[in-house]
Antibody
Framework: QVQLVQSGSELKKPGASVKVSCKAS????????MHWVRQAPGQGLEWMGW????????TYAQGFTGRFVFSLDTSVSTANLQISSLKAEDTAVYYC????????????????WGQGTLVTVSS | DIQMTQSPSSLSASVGDRVTITCRAS??????LNWYQQKPGKAPELLMY???SLQSGVPSRFSGSGSGTDFTLTISSLQPEDFATYYC?????????FGQGTRLEIK
């Protein structure tokens, strides 16, 4: 079955970097784009951007430029999110979510989602 | 950016109740509206796409409607497993934006 499995929780100090991985299985990885979504503690969902898994071209939402990098390792069907110069406000659960696009209506949605990776930034 | 506003933000209801959650977009998004359910400590799961299409495997007590700026998610008869937080999301244009969520609690 289609599944996204993310790497485990991380505890980092301010100023450090972190890499979150999202390994896909059950489908052709390069046929579907991948999105990243952030959820701060007790808060709602915030779209961070997406990466074209065919070309590797990333698109970042405002507020997620500079310190945030989306990348791929297509050899192992994995999408990665790297955050550098971590700040306390980066503490959140980060989700990857596969894009599902229906050509007939030019609409897309997110399904499935990874289980989430908690990144905690604390000194 | 398109702002998505859900109402109510929280809701108490009983098993068997009919519940409606509203989502309003700050500008027209046609029918590019999706709904997700999130249970505590879990990832969101897709319920409805393109406003009124039920995702495979989702019970038929869930239904969605609307177009333009106003949308609704209805649960016809609440079951214990439906108590969760619900989010709407527009996929009309990037940045894709979510509503703030509606927390559905047991009365």
């Amino acid at each position: 079955q289609v599944q996204l499995v993310q790497s485990g929780s991380e505890l980092k100090k301010p100023g450090a970097s972190v890499k979150v991985s999202c390994k896909a299985s059950g489908y052709t990885f390069t046929s579907y784009a991948m999105h990243w979504v952030r959820q701060a503690p007790g808060q709602g969902l915030e779209w961070m951007g997406w990466i074209n898994t065919n070309t590797g071209n990333p698109t970042y939402a405002q507020g997620f430029t500079g310190r945030f990098v989306f990348s791929l390792d297509t050899s192992v069907s994995t999408a990665n999110l790297q955050i550098s110069s971590l700040k306390a406000e980066d503490t959140a659960v980060y989700y990857c979510a596969r894009d599902w696009f229906l050509t007939a209506v030019s609409a897309n949605w997110f399904d499935p989602w990874g289980q989430g990776t908690l990144v905690t930034v604390s000194s | 950016d398109i702002q998505m506003t859900q109402s109510p933000s929280s809701l108490s209801a009983s098993v068997g109740d009919r519940v409606t959650i509203t989502c309003r977009a700050s500008e027209t998004i046609s029918s590019y509206l999706n709904w997700y359910q999130q249970k505590p400590g879990k990832a969101p799961e897709l319920l409805m796409y393109v406003a009124s299409s039920l995702q495979s495997g989702v019970p038929s007590r869930f239904s969605g409607s609307g177009s333009g700026t106003d949308f609704t998610l209805t649960i016809s008869s609440l079951q214990p497993e439906d108590f969760a937080t619900y989010y709407c999301q527009q996929s009309y244009i990037t940045p894709y934006t979510f509503g703030q969520g509606t927390r559905l609690e047991i009365k």
